[in-house]
């Protein structure tokens, strides 16, 4: 499995990790990306755990996809 925000960008990177919110994989750099946000909305609302991430994972694209055939 890579990360999913590296591939993103046309990089294979592996990942070491798995996002909480949305379970993209992840790579260190990413991971540590994550969690830091995870952090700091933890911190801007204490005891709430927060489930949102921002790698838009389910986000629609403007091509349909093409069948070969």
Not at 6 to 31: D, F, I, K, M, T
Request: a negative charge; glycine letters at 4%.
């Amino acid at each position: 499995m890579y990360c999913y925000p590296c591939a993103e960008h046309g990089v294979n990177q592996p990942a070491v990790a798995l996002c909480r919110s949305c379970r993209a994989g992840l790579c260190l750099n990413h991971l540590r990306e994550t969690a830091a946000k995870f952090a700091a909305d933890e911190h801007l609302s204490p005891g709430i755990m927060s489930d949102t991430c921002h790698h838009d994972t389910w986000a629609t694209t403007n091509t349909a996809p093409t069948r070969s055939t």
